[in-house]
């Protein structure tokens, strides 16, 4: 005992699961979704909110690293414990234990603090990672290692887009999840319709900055804001009307392409969107990329202050809505190409239980409702909520 705590005082950190985690407790390390997208950034500080959205996600007993208070977090980051060798192979060990979860890649644990935080949350991010695996030709697959590379080398090297995104993470660290994730989806559907590398660079920069205009309103009335996400809030033409306007100072955004899509990315494919009731394919394509991206993202992330749904439930709500609001072509394009629902994977159901996706009774239709088997052997077919037993082999 004496020695564990000689250990901890040293470390500043402790190792949790999840089901322990108290508020005050600070994480030290960014935490995915099952789906490979953000869940809750490093060094973030947890309340009760943020420690039910984890319970939600991610297995109870999943492993994390934390601080237990801040003065232990401060001497943490004063130590650069983060790159010392116990940190890494703490860190290492959860990552070994859980390959389901995609904590963290322990290579690229670093200090967001000290480079350029851009290029950070994105490279260390699985579903960023795992892009080209996603897609099927060589052709493709190269591409999207091209243009991962181009975009990293964009975003280093540039101050104008370096400064939004801090302007981004200073203000909310919600919003900045928000923007990785739905870059991310975007770029995926992006290279699946064949976009040119030109538009695919236009694209991500349309996804990374596409709420930048709520960064100059105050917190307060953005805040007020998601608990609404109401087309008609105030909050929704402001943060329009100042992207408007920064693209007058900033040359980068005022590509047309980048523009249309940020104004179009409300729009409903029913002509009941905002700001200008555009209907079809009125709507810009970006606009209709983006609009998945950001649908999707938003449900799952939970940001109008719930705990969120979980990627399968997201997916489902997508589906049995797009006739109102998105573009079905390309959502269709999003789902085949989405990790979450295939053969294989492990999936985490409402109820708290994980299982294997063994098969589909109805794929085109209802790719959100697989059969699943369950660690036990049981199985579930969700497209008509039948269970059969391993052990008598009959449906209950």
Request: charged share 20%; glycine share 4%; hydrophobic share 35%.
């Given at each position: ?58 297995l ?12 232990d ?19 290492n ?73 801090n ?7 919600i919003?900045?999840?928000h ?118 993202d ?8 719930t ?25 269709g394009i999003?789902l ?5 629902f ?24 209802y ?30």
């Open positions: 005992m004496f020695e564990d705590k000689r250990h901890f005082i040293k470390q500043n950190y402790i190792k949790k699961q999840i089901q322990d985690l108290i508020p005050g407790d600070i994480l030290l390390h960014p935490i995915y979704r099952s789906d490979g997208l953000m869940l809750i950034n490093e060094n973030k500080n947890l309340n009760v909110s943020l420690i039910n959205i984890m319970k939600k996600h991610i109870p007993d999943t492993y994390v690293l934390v601080a237990p208070s801040v003065k977090f401060e001497e943490f980051l004063q130590n650069n414990n983060y790159i010392n060798t116990g940190f890494k192979k703490d860190l060990e959860i990552m070994k234990k859980y390959k389901n979860i995609p904590i963290y890649e322990i290579e690229n644990y670093i200090n967001s603090n000290t480079i350029n935080p851009i290029t950070s949350m994105l490279s260390t991010s699985p579903y960023w990672a795992s892009l080209e695996s996603t897609l099927e030709s060589e052709n493709l697959r190269n591409r999207a290692i091209d243009i991962k590379s181009n975009l990293l080398t964009l975003f280093s090297n540039n101050n104008t887009f370096i400064n939004l995104f302007k981004i993470k200073d203000y909310d660290d919003l900045l999840i923007s990785i994730n739905t870059t991310c989806i975007s770029l995926l559907i992006g290279l699946t319709v064949e976009l040119t590398n030109d538009d695919l660079i236009e694209l991500a920069i349309a996804g990374l900055f596409l709420n930048i205009g709520f960064t100059e309103l105050p917190n307060k009335e953005y805040k007020a804001f998601l608990k609404t996400q109401e087309y008609n809030h105030p909050a929704m033409k402001k943060h329009l009307e100042v992207f408007s306007n920064m693209t007058s100072n900033s040359p980068l955004l005022r590509k047309k392409s980048i523009i249309n899509g940020i104004l179009d990315h409300h729009e409903s494919y029913n002509g009941k969107g905002y700001p200008n009731g555009k209907r079809g394919e009125e709507i810009s394509l970006f606009g209709r990329i983006l609009h998945i991206a950001h649908e999707y938003d449900l799952v992330g939970g940001y109008n202050y705990t969120g749904l979980l990627p399968s439930e997201a997916i489902r709500f997508v589906c049995e809505n797009k006739d109102e609001v998105l573009d079905n072509n390309i959502l999003f085949h190409r989405t990790t979450y295939k053969l294989n994977k492990t999936i985490h159901l409402p109820n708290g239980i994980a299982g294997k996706i063994i098969g589909f009774d109805n794929y085109v239709k790719p959100y409702l697989p059969i699943i088997q369950l660690e036990n052997g049981n199985i579930i077919n969700l497209t008509d909520n039948t269970f059969y037993s391993i052990d008598s082999k009959s449906k209950i």
